[in-house]
Nanobody, 128 residues
Framework: QVQLVESGGGLVQAGGSLRLSCAAASGRTFSSCAMGWFRQAPGKEREFVAAISRSGGSTGYAESVKGTFTISRDNAKNTVYLQMNSLKPEDTAVYYC????????????????????WGQGTQVTVSS
């Protein structure tokens, strides 16, 4: 079992930045999990945002956030981050982090069903 707690969400103006954090508390070693960030806007499906391998050496992004969002992790702190820059109103959503013990693979990291553990989410609202 992996417990994930997101933080760092809030209200920001368009063009601004936020950094989300996801802290893991679990019996399973955090560093043995690939991690992902997803988001869900009102009335829409939950969609992939970014993923990172166990070591942090490999990352993947949705096309919509490439160049503006950065995923990273600190295994010593059991935490994964999502730095979000140049935010737009369409980035408004509840952001979720997710974990899986499966090895990172670009063939599946964007699929919700690939992840076994989810946090409760943190709201990000971008005003125009």
């Amino acid at each position: 079992q992996v417990q994930l707690v997101e933080s760092g969400g809030g209200l920001v103006q368009a063009g601004g930045s936020l950094r989300l954090s996801c802290a893991a508390a679990s019996g399973r070693t955090f560093s043995s999990c690939a991690m992902g960030w997803f988001r869900q806007a009102p009335g829409k499906e939950r969609e992939f945002v970014a993923a990172i391998s166990r070591s942090g050496g490999s990352t993947g992004y949705a096309e919509s956030v490439k160049g503006t969002f950065t995923i990273s992790r600190d295994n010593a702190k059991n935490t994964v981050y999502l730095q979000m820059n140049s935010l737009k109103p369409e980035d408004t959503a509840v952001y979720y982090c997710a974990a899986t013990p499966a090895p990172y693979d670009s063939r599946w990291y964007g699929r919700r069903e690939s992840y076994d553990y989810w946090g409760q989410g943190t709201q990000v609202t971008v005003s125009s």
